[in-house]
C-alpha cells in the first residue's frame, strides 16, 4: 500500500469523529422538537419546565467547554491515540445515558458527559491530524475532518426531517440513540490507528517514533524521512531547553505570557470568525429565517434538510481548490469579505420580501441562504482548525488549540441566547452586526495573521520569533547524525 493512500485511511478513520460531532451537536434540536419527548420529559403538573428544557440543551455545551479546557493535558499526558479512543468511549456512555433516560436527571447527566466528549474531540482531531500530514497537504488532510464534519451535520438534519413522520412514545429514543453507531466504528478503528510520532519523540519514545515514521511513510524516499525526523528531534530539544515546568497549570498560563499572547489571541480570533460570521446562528435558527421568508410546517424542515448538503458541497469545493493551494492568510480574509456580501444580500431580501407574500423574493433568500453556507465550508469549515493547530509548538499545541475552541464555545453559549430575541428585535437589522464583524475579522487577518501555508510544524514557530532548527543544521545533522535507514533513528537518538 502506497504511503500517500496509507496516510488518507489513517486521517479518514480519525475524522470519522467528525460525524460523532456533527450527529451529537445537530440531533438535540430535532429531540426537543418531538411531542413525545416532551411529554415525557414534562408530564402535566410539571414546574419551571422551560428551565428544565433549557438546563438540557445548555449542559452539552457546558461539557464541551470542560472538555476544550481539558484536551490538552490529555493530549499531552496520554497522547492523541488514547485520547481520541476514550473520548469516544465518553460519547457512548452519555449518548446511552440520553437514549435511555428515565428522567430529566439522567438526561442532563447523559448530556454532560457528551458534551466533554465533543469538547476534546472537536480541537483534538486537528491537532491529530496536523501533526500525521506532511506541510504540503495539512489542509487538505484536515479538510477531510470538515467534510465528514459537514456529513454528520447534514444526516442529523434527515434523521430529524424522517422522524418528524413517525409517531410513537420511543421516536426521541430512536433519534438519541442514532449517535451511537458512528462511535462504535470509531472506537473500532482507534485501535489500528498510528500515534502521532511527534507526541512519541517529545516523550522520548524513540524505537515507537521510529517505527511509526516507517509504518506511515516508509516507501518513501529515505532522505526525506530521514530530514522530517531530524527536524521533529532537534525541534523538541530546543523547545525542551525553554521549558521551565511542565504542569498543566503552567502550560495554560504560559498561553498568556509575552512569548505566546499574540498566537493565542490570534488562534482566538480564527475561532471565533465560526461564531461571529453568523454560520452558528443561521444553523440553529434555520427556521426563524424560513418563517420570515414565508415558509412553514415540514417545508422549514426540508429546506432545513437540503441546507445541510450545502457544507458538504463546499468542503468538496474547498478540498478541490483552495486547501494547501490558497494561502491562509488569503482564504481568511477574502472568505470575510465574500461572506458579508452574501449576508448584505439576505438582509436586503429579507427585508423586501419578509412579509412572504412574494414567493419569488423568499425563494431567493433561501438560495442565497444555502449560497452562504457553501461559501462557508469553502473559506472556513476546515481552514479555522487547521490554523490554530499549527501556530503552537509541540508542547502547547494541544492546549493552544482547546483555549481557542473553548472562548469559540463560550461565544456559542451567549450568541444562542440572544438569537431568538434579536431576530425578533430587529428583523433584517440583525444580519449588519454579523456584517460588520466579518469586516473587522477580514481586516484582522489581513494584516495580523501570519501566513503558515506549506511550513513545516517546526518551522512555523520562526513566524512568530521562535528559536527553530536551521536548515544548515538540519542539512547537516541528516547526512552525519541520521543513519540512512530509518529504522536505526532510535539508536541514532
Request: proline letters at 3%.
Amino acid at each position: 500500500m502506497k504511503a500517500a493512500f496509507r496516510l488518507i485511511i489513517c486521517v479518514t478513520a480519525i475524522s470519522l469523529g467528525g460525524a460523532v460531532i456533527g450527529i451529537d451537536s445537530g440531533i438535540i434540536s430535532t429531540v426537543i422538537a418531538q411531542q413525545s419527548f416532551t411529554s415525557f420529559m414534562f408530564p402535566p403538573g410539571t414546574q419551571n419546565t422551560t428551565s428544565l428544557l433549557g438546563a438540557i440543551v445548555s449542559m452539552g455545551s457546558a461539557g464541551s467547554a470542560i472538555g476544550s479546557l481539558a484536551v490538552g493535558f490529555l493530549l499531552e499526558k496520554l497522547g492523541r491515540k488514547k485520547t481520541l479512543a476514550w473520548s469516544t468511549v465518553a460519547t457512548i456512555i452519555g449518548s446511552l445515558m440520553q437514549t435511555v433516560a428515565n428522567g430529566v436527571p439522567l438526561m442532563i447527566v447523559g448530556r454532560l458527559i457528551a458534551g466533554i466528549a465533543l469538547g476534546l474531540l472537536t480541537p483534538m482531531i486537528p491537532v491529530y491530524v496536523s501533526e500525521l500530514a506532511r506541510p504540503s497537504e495539512r489542509a487538505r488532510l484536515v479538510g477531510i475532518f470538515g467534510l465528514i464534519l459537514s456529513l454528520g451535520f447534514c444526516i442529523a438534519n434527515w434523521i430529524g426531517y424522517a422522524c418528524s413522520f413517525a409517531e410513537g412514545a420511543w421516536v426521541w429514543r430512536l433519534e438519541l440513540a442514532m449517535q451511537i453507531p458512528v462511535a462504535i466504528v470509531l472506537l473500532i478503528l482507534a485501535f489500528f490507528l498510528p500515534e502521532s510520532p511527534r507526541w512519541l519523540a517529545e516523550h522520548d519514545r524513540f524505537e515507537e517514533f521510529s517505527q511509526t515514521l516507517n509504518k506511515i511513510y516508509g516507501d518513501e524516499d529515505p532522505e526525506a524521512i530521514n530530514r522530517m525526523a531530524t527536524e521533529i528531534r532537534e525541534q523538541i530539544i530546543i523547545d525542551a531547553t525553554q521549558r521551565q515546568n511542565v504542569s498543566f497549570g503552567h502550560a495554560l498560563i504560559e498561553l498568556f505570557t509575552k512569548k505566546y499572547i499574540r498566537r493565542t489571541a490570534m488562534a482566538i480570533a480564527v475561532l471565533q470568525v465560526g461564531i461571529l460570521s453568523g454560520s452558528l446562528a443561521i444553523q440553529n435558527y434555520q427556521s426563524l429565517l424560513y418563517e420570515a421568508l414565508g415558509f412553514s410546517g415540514q417545508g422549514i424542515l426540508l429546506i432545513s434538510g437540503c441546507y445541510g448538503f450545502m457544507g458538504i458541497v463546499g468542503q468538496l469545493i474547498n478540498l478541490a481548490g483552495v486547501s494547501d493551494k490558497w494561502p491562509r492568510v488569503r482564504t481568511m480574509w477574502i472568505g470575510c469579505l465574500t461572506l458579508a456580501c452574501l449576508l448584505a444580500v439576505v438582509a436586503a431580501l429579507s427585508k423586501l420580501y419578509g412579509n412572504g407574500e412574494n414567493i419569488s423574493g423568499a425563494r431567493a433568500g433561501v438560495a442565497f441562504i444555502f449560497l452562504y453556507s457553501a461559501t462557508y465550508a469553502v473559506f472556513f469549515n476546515s481552514t479555522l482548525y487547521t490554523i490554530a493547530a499549527e501556530m503552537f509548538p509541540q508542547h502547547l499545541r494541544g492546549y493552544g488549540t482547546g483555549v481557542a475552541a473553548l472562548c469559540q464555545g463560550v461565544s456559542g453559549i451567549w450568541m444562542g441566547q440572544i438569537t431568538p430575541y434579536a431576530f425578533a428585535a430587529l428583523e433584517w437589522k440583525y444580519y449588519l452586526i454579523f456584517i460588520s464583524c466579518l469586516l473587522a475579522l477580514g481586516a484582522l487577518y489581513a494584516f495580523g495573521l501570519e501566513e503558515t501555508n506549506r511550513v513545516s510544524l517546526e518551522q512555523v514557530g520562526a513566524r512568530y520569533g521562535d528559536r527553530v532548527v536551521s536548515q544548515q543544521k538540519l542539512d547537516i545533522a541528516t547526512e552525519k547524525d541520521v543513519p540512512k535507514n530509518v529504522e536505526d533513528i532510535a539508536s541514532a537518538a
